[in-house]
């Protein structure tokens, strides 16, 4: 995912943990990257200043977890396509 995304694995780890919110330029790299609306893959709510906070902190954190299990295992199959269409193209050349 640090990768794909160009954030840094700590940066990773924190969002996942819970220890920092998700900053909305990673939302929305995540987002436009799995064309998925912000609804499925961030369970957030905004309170007052702005500010985004996990509802409750043990289920904001399981939810970032999930994302990036999910993240991860959408980025390996993606991978494993590429590959595959990439030997398909070779048999065709």
């Known amino acids: 995912l ?4 160009g954030y840094s ?3 990773l780890s924190r969002v996942a943990t819970g220890n920092q919110a998700p ?9 436009h990257n799995l064309k998925e609306p912000q ?14 906070r996990p509802a409750h902190p043990h289920t904001l954190t399981q ?6 299990d999910e993240l991860a295992s ?7 396509r590429i590959k595959a269409l990439e030997d398909e193209l070779k048999q065709y050349s």
Not at 2 to 5: G, H, P
Not at 40 to 48: A, G, K, S, V
Not at 63 to 68: C, I, K
Not at 74 to 80: D, I, P, S, V
């Open 74 to 80: 959408q980025l390996t199959k993606a991978e494993l």
């Open 2 to 5: 640090s990768e794909v995304t």
């Open 23 to 31: 900053s909305e330029p990673f939302i929305a790299l995540c987002c």
């Open 39 to 52: 609804e499925e893959l961030f369970r957030l709510i905004e309170l007052q200043k702005g500010s985004m």
């Open 63 to 68: 939810d970032l977890l999930e994302t990036v």
């Open 9 to 11: 694995r700590a940066y």
